[in-house]
């Protein structure tokens, strides 16, 4: 289910008074898997075998690495885990995208082979919970953690509804030592749990869905050459739709984990605020970048090897870290995009010799803006369904579409100039302090009336509980 | 602390140092307040509790009656004219039964024939509404209702549940009203001029109608008397250009495609009837331009040997009140549908033969 819905308040409600109804904390643990898993099944309920098998196998595969010995077994458990986990992977999102580049390849050479239709579904979140189990078995086999004791702990941590699905990608270390002790919202959490769920909704019914998505909706599926200003609107107002989508989530999921008495990690933190990409990426998607770097980069052999090699490996993680987000080359030229930026970055820096941020304001203004633009032209890549509709839009951007038509409405113009505007100043002025640290500092009526007119504005926005645009991932 | 750190250390979250409790009751207060003014303002303005959304959830309930066989077997499917058109109490006043409301505002009706007819075992009678500038056309419909055809069996248990909850709302609560969310309100709100060729929120058609149960769905009263809000709506059906859509060639296949289904819905021993329900003003002339009657209407009825209801062949069913020229108003349409059932029940045998809840 989605959290912007009914279904889910109803949910929640339940939960939360089961959650503090005196019973054992095995019991309410019990109770929130079980929830967990309700939460999942209401999507669709045979997928939750999935998460079965992920978890049974990851459980496993854990406790045998940690008893065997020898270098071999251990490989050959560390295999058990990746083939069960990336197979179900690769069969589920990457199927048809396999199918169609061996047709294509086929084809290249002369042969023709017309693949079976694919009428498989994705499973919601599949990306997110497979590199969630797969920390957890690669700790044990690098030799980081210990496998855990408790089944009922790890069946949480795998499945643990706030996060389930769209993230953060939490680490077991970050959350399993919290199933460990019976754990009870204080009242200062669950209000500004509450409060979180609210500036989440916000930001994904109100500025996202409202605000942004008819706008990059209408410039992405026109279908035709854009001028400058619609291909531009259109990609800033995606630019702030996934934004608000994504890290609305990410809000959300904290706020609701918070209301329970469980703390989750930060996602995002004012990425249309950074100053380059390294920075872009220490403040984008968190817990994804840090997995890509923990679990393949370093691997890879990160920065130690030769200055060649550190961009190979670089490139090789952007590219699979495209390729993450969704089965089409356009994610992947995305990824590498990103890839080249950071490449780029690193040259320059090692170049100059410049570390951290420029010196003077307005050098870190003029900065922050130009790493916004060139991540505005990555997202291109990301909205596009092709690469001839990428194509169109950057044509557009640089002003040289062959005979444009107009497309966004003017009220739509001025929406998305206002919230994209607002989105970048505020992100710019919280670019060094937290959400907590500017309420603490708020007086408490201001703060109040913002809160109010927010949820005011979730509740006559309403929606009709659409997915989230992480969902697909 | 670095994060390579923070990633295997448990997390703790900071609680701002504010009065949590006293702006929590600052918001609920606010909140209260303000959604029970703005639920006093939607009444003003003629919205109702009990007028529930037309979703695709609400579709797909109506949809599922079909595919379990448990609801009289007689199902409209057609755009929005045959939707708000048709009284289905009166239809069950009439008949004994009542029928299954599928028609869709915008839609294309003919996939809708084509999934019933070669992906399903119904056998029923299907009442099909033509509206000439969409059925005549290969447009299948607007956004809102795309992928709709499968959508009630894909539907999420989250889903339905929602909607059920949603509904229970809606009965109680005016503000609801799709048409009348802030984002739309806001979208409405101001009248600017747009570029060439673009279509803005100005431009979009407000509320039409109020639903009721089964997608009982009845011209909003307050359209009727509002001229303002009718002759919006009229702008919006415009231009009015009656420029044809599809050439004859079109047409006939388009007639050919739908003749098929017809065929396997009545090799079933079900029937297959169209009604083309009125239109007026500058909209009339403009279809009779555009796809005259001859040219589409007759031609339909030929290839495909089905019985059609034109309502300019019956004079009960001319001279009706269709304030914005496209839909009857709510006392129009019990009287055309008075007027088209009896011509049915007269002339279509299996609507005698057959009793409520079994196919011939």
Redesign the interface.
Known sequence: ??FN????V?FFAVLLLLHRMPFSWTTKKINLLIASYVFY?????PFVILLWISTLVDWVVARRLYESTGVTRRRAWLLVSLAANLGFLAFFKYGEFLLANWQALMASVGVTWVPPEWNIILPVGISFYTFQTLSYTLDVYLG??KPLNSMLDFSLFVTFFPQLVAGPI??P???V??FAVPRQA????M??G??LI?LGLFEKI?LAD??LAQSADAVFGAGKPVGFADAWLGTLAFSGQIFCDFAGYSTIA?GTA?CLGF???ENFRMPYAAIGFSDFW?RWH?SLS?WLR?YLYIPLGGNRGSEARTYLNLMLTMLLGGLWHGASWTFVVWGGLHGLYLAGERWIRGRTGVKGDPVGAQNRLALALLTYLLVNITWVFFRAETFEGAARILQGMAGLAAEP????????M??VGVIIAGMVTIQWLMRKR????V??R?P??L???V??AM???V???????EAFIYFQF | MT??Q???????????????????W??LV??VA??AA?EWKMRTLGLQAGDLDD?KSQWAVERRKVADGVHDDVVIIGSSRILFDTDLGVWEEMTGRRPIQLALPGTNPRPHLKALAENSDYAGLLVVGVTPDIFFTDWPGIPLFAGLIDFWKDE????R??NR??VE?QRRVA??D?SY???TL??RS?A??????????QRDVWKLAEVSDHRQTTMWPRLEADVFLRDHARWVWGPFSGEPLLEDADVARICEETRRHVEMIRARGGEVVFIRSPSAGLYFESEERGQPRARSWEPLLRTTGAFGIHFEDYPEMRNLDLPEWSHLSGASATRFTRAYVEVLTREIPWLRRSQPGEST
């Open positions: 289910m989605v819905s009914l279904t889910f109803v099944a209401a999507w669709n309920p980081r953690s939490v680490r270390g970050q959350l030592p919290q204080t009242s200062g959490q209000l500004w509450f409060g609210i109100v409202s605000g904290i918070l703390a989750l990690p220490r968190i840090t923990d038509v107009a497309v966004l409405p003017t009220i739509y001025i929406k937290t959400l907590e640290d309420v603490a708020a408490w009526w703060t109040g009336l809160a109010a949820l005011f504005a509740i006559t926005t309403q929606g009709s509980g | 994060q390579a923070a990633q295997d250390q448990v997390t703790v979250r900071e609680i701002p140092a504010a009065r949590l409790a006293t702006i929590g600052l918001v606010l909140v303000a959604v703005w979703s999420t248990p989250a889903q549940f929602g909850l949603w709302l503000f609801l799709d969310r802030l984002g806001i979208d101001v600017l001029t747009d570029r060439e060729g673009v279509r803005g929120p």
